[in-house]
């Protein structure tokens, strides 16, 4: 688009020629001989640039470039001045003329060099600001999404803490945890569930990834037990105490689910009356620990991750616990934080921190140093299933 130029001088031979050279140059082109034209003009029309004389009869240049400058302050104004008015001329420069060109212009080339600079610099505000009112609209807009994600983040984060199971008592059985999760949202889960008066569900599990994705797998996790519980109420089903069985269901669940999750879990059905603990490992890191009076111990088993593969198959293991007992599980965002140079150095370290915090949720938690992080590298979480005094 042609810009339209607008030249002020009360010189009617210094105004015609350079209106007549800068019309070669394919502006389009507006004259005025003083500063009241000048000012009607303006009333009319908004220039892209203004060539001004600073001497003029009347009102002077200065006078008028003010005028022009708080009307109009982004308008590009190149003054003209004779040689003996330097002072003007800065003058001028500081009210915000963009250049300046000393009396008589002889090579208008100069002219046409200083015009283009300063629509040059014009153009480049305009952009700029465009680009800063983007900015600004785009910040606003990323603030609220920033604040509806968190609000939906807390809302989900609120929703997860109610599936954690309050601290549970069967008999004479304390169940304990606490989680801290990484994000706002945890990939850690875990659940102490009463089967009956005599035998309990409990499980730890570690989803792939953080954020929402991976609780959303929690949730998932929650509601298949809470299925296979309420099966089993209804006599329909026993799958509940069958851990092995447990873990291919919750397979199979993810693997058609398709959210490209998997996790590892420990699950394990404990018979109080017997101490009979029968349990089955699906990838899970580290292993629970069995703190005892006088001893402590990783249990033993392996198996592969869950949701990885269709034809994972998933063994049961049983061993009897004394009467007096915590069993400790733990995600592997507890060896995050250990500065063990190895992970055989940091499994051994969680082994003696067990056995001193003799089974204790919140001794585990402060010899792990977990309160001393505000942030953690990976979701952190810890269960404790005990009976009497260690």
């Given at each position: 688009m042609t810009a339209t130029v607008l030249v002020i001088d009360d010189d009617s031979m210094v105004r015609d020629s350079f209106v007549a050279y800068l019309d070669d140059c394919d502006y389009q082109m507006l004259s005025a001989c003083n500063a009241v034209q000048a000012l009607e003009i303006l009333s009319e029309h908004t220039p892209d640039a203004v060539i001004c004389d600073l001497k003029m009869p009347g009102m002077y240049g200065i006078e008028l470039l003010e005028r022009i400058k708080s009307s109009f302050p982004d308008l590009p104004v190149i003054v003209v001045s004779g040689a003996g008015v330097m002072e003007d001329v800065v003058r001028a420069l500081r009210l915000g003329a963009d250049d300046f060109l000393v009396k008589p212009v002889l090579d208008m080339e100069m002219l046409a060099h200083a015009l283009r600079k300063a629509l040059e610099r014009q153009t480049l505000a305009k952009e700029n600001k465009a680009y800063r009112d983007h900015?600004?609209?785009?910040?606003?807009?990323?603030?609220?999404?920033?604040?509806?994600?968190?609000?939906?983040?807390?809302?989900?984060?609120?929703?997860?803490?109610r599936m954690l199971p309050e601290p549970f008592e069967l008999q004479d059985v304390r169940c304990n945890h606490r989680i801290l999760p990484s994000l706002m949202l945890s990939g850690d889960f875990l659940d102490f569930i009463e089967v009956d008066d005599d035998r309990m569900v409990l499980y730890i599990a570690d989803v792939s990834g953080h954020g929402a994705s991976s609780a959303f797998v929690t949730v998932l996790l929650k509601n298949l037990t809470y299925r296979l519980r309420r099966n089993y109420l209804r006599g329909s089903s026993d799958d509940l105490l069958s851990p092995e069985l447990v873990l291919s269901r919750i397979n199979a669940e993810l693997l058609a689910s398709e959210l490209d999750k998997?996790?590892?879990?420990?699950?394990?059905?404990?018979?109080?009356?017997?101490?009979?603990?029968?349990?089955?490992?699906?990838?899970?890191?580290?292993?629970?620990?069995?703190?005892?009076?006088?001893?402590?111990?990783?249990?033993?088993?392996?198996?592969?991750?869950?949701?990885?593969?269709?034809?994972?198959?998933?063994?049961?293991?049983?061993?009897t616990i004394p009467s007096v007992f915590s069993l400790m599980m733990f995600s592997d965002g507890i060896l995050e934080i250990m500065s063990e140079s190895s992970l055989n150095k940091k499994e051994q370290a969680l082994l003696v921190m067990a056995s001193k915090a003799k089974g204790n949720l919140e001794n585990i938690w402060t010899l792990a140093g977990v309160a001393e992080h505000s942030e953690v590298p990976d979701d952190i979480a810890i269960a404790t299933v005990s009976r009497g005094s260690l």
């Open positions: 900015l600004e609209i785009t910040n606003r807009e990323l603030k609220l999404g920033l604040d509806e994600l968190r609000a939906d983040q807390q809302a989900g984060r609120q929703a997860q803490l998997h996790l590892t879990i420990f699950y394990a059905v404990l018979t109080l009356s017997t101490g009979e603990l029968c349990y089955s490992v699906g990838g899970h890191f580290p292993m629970p620990i069995l703190v005892t009076p006088g001893k402590a111990e990783y249990l033993e088993g392996r198996g592969m991750p869950v949701g990885l593969f269709k034809d994972a198959v998933y063994k049961r293991a049983t061993v």
